[in-house]
């Protein structure tokens, strides 16, 4: 069993970064491939970006490429989300969450986090 916690979310104006964070409980995170995506309201949850669990690979999705940038430290059981450069349309909760696979299917994941709001002003 894995519990994730999300932290970092806020307002930010159109350009402007943010770090997203997200602690993982437990002793088996350094086993687990990490994924963070996005539901904007009325929409359905998409796929952002994700990391091998040595981190050695990231996957990104279109909308953040050259962006956003996935990062985990196992140590500290710990994966982030850095957002530069921040749209209007970035605007969603944002979870992070945890599973076997690579992959930018959300039904894939097993484990999610509670998730943090980021809202970008225009």
């Known amino acids: 069993q894995v519990q994730l916690v999300e932290s970092g979310g806020g307002l930010v104006q159109a350009g402007g970064s943010l770090r997203l964070s997200c602690v993982a409980s437990g002793r088996t995170f350094s086993m687990y491939v990490m994924g963070w995506l996005r539901q904007a309201p009325g929409k359905e949850r998409e796929f952002v970006a994700a990391i091998t669990s040595s981190g050695g690979i990231t996957t990104y999705a279109d909308s953040g490429k050259g962006r956003f940038t996935i990062s985990r430290d196992n140590a500290k059981n710990t994966v982030y989300l850095q957002m530069n450069s921040l749209k209007p349309e970035d605007t969603a909760v944002y979870y992070c969450?945890?599973?076997?696979?690579?992959?930018?299917?959300?039904?894939?994941?097993?484990?999610w986090g509670q998730g943090t709001q980021v809202t970008v002003s225009s």
């Open positions: 969450a945890a599973g076997r696979l690579a992959t930018v299917q959300a039904r894939e994941y097993d484990y």
